[in-house]
Antibody, heavy 122, light 109 residues
Framework: QLQLHESGSRLVKPSLTLSLTCAVSGRSVSSGSYSWSWIRQPPGKGLEWIGYIYHTGTTSYNPSLRSRVTISIDRSKNQFSLELSSVTAADTAVYYC??????????????WGQGTLVTVSS | EIVLTQSPDTLSLSPGERATLSCRASQIVTSSHLAWYQQKPGQAPRLLMYGASIRATDIPDRFSGSGSGTDFTLTISRLEPEDFAVYYCQQYGTSPQLTFGGGTKVEIK
């Protein structure tokens, strides 16, 4: 059974870099059938897609965050990671990792991690 | 960027009633790239529909999706107590662009 689990820093100071990892179990991140995404949700608000990575290392990011986002993949550990630089209070959110279906593109997300709340505060 | 506008913001209904949720896109969306999710408080979103009208695994048949072009609908034929939640539509387009609607909350009347 596929499971995704987010981990990383829960409290980040303004201007620093947020770092999260999504550990995947039950399916290889190297499978060509899926992509792997990060999605966030500010408290009480809607969902925002951050970006995705394919097993080849190909990435795509939300244009509004592109200058600050890096998503990487570690096939040996079966996980993928998110780095978001120069954070502000507006980056406070629950961050989810999710599996995308549609081959190399995330047409939709069929499995999600439980989410982790990251707070940006000094 | 394709903007998805969901309406209404809140739907107040009683168990057993029919719920009709709308998702309108600012540009044409490929039907195969339109999905719906259900989210309950404190939980991750759960995939309900993909390809606009295909139910995801283990989703009961009281949920149905329809639409094409810029107008899509999620219908819950008879609300069960566990269906009261927030529902989001999502599209994937070229650029690439992936966006979510603002959500519709279905609450108990």
């Amino acid at each position: 059974q596929l499971q995704l689990h987010e981990s990383g820093s829960r409290l980040v100071k303004p201007s620093l870099t947020l770092s999260l990892t999504c550990a995947v179990s039950g399916r290889s991140v190297s499978s060509g059938s899926y992509s792997w995404s990060w999605i966030r949700q500010p408290p009480g608000k809607g969902l925002e897609w951050i970006g995705y990575i394919y097993h080849t290392g190909t990435t795509s990011y939300n244009p509004s965050l592109r200058s600050r986002v890096t998503i990487s993949i570690d096939r040996s550990k079966n996980q993928f990671s998110l780095e978001l630089s120069s954070v502000t209070a507006a980056d406070t959110a629950v961050y989810y990792c999710a599996r995308g279906r549609g081959g190399s593109y995330p047409y939709y997300f069929d499995h999600w991690g439980q989410g982790t709340l990251v707070t940006v505060s000094s | 960027e394709i903007v998805l506008t969901q309406s209404p913001d809140t739907l107040s209904l009683s168990p057993g009633e029919r719920a009709t949720l709308s998702c309108r896109a600012s540009q044409i969306v490929t039907s195969s790239h339109l999905a719906w999710y259900q989210q309950k408080p404190g939980q991750a979103p759960r995939l309900l529909m993909y390809g606009a009208s295909i139910r995801a695994t283990d989703i009961p048949d009281r949920f149905s999706g329809s639409g094409s072009g810029t107008d899509f609908t999620l219908t819950i034929s008879r609300l069960e107590p566990e269906d009261f939640a927030v529902y989001y539509c999502q599209q994937y387009g070229t650029s690439p662009q992936l966006t979510f609607g603002g959500g519709t909350k279905v609450e108990i009347k």
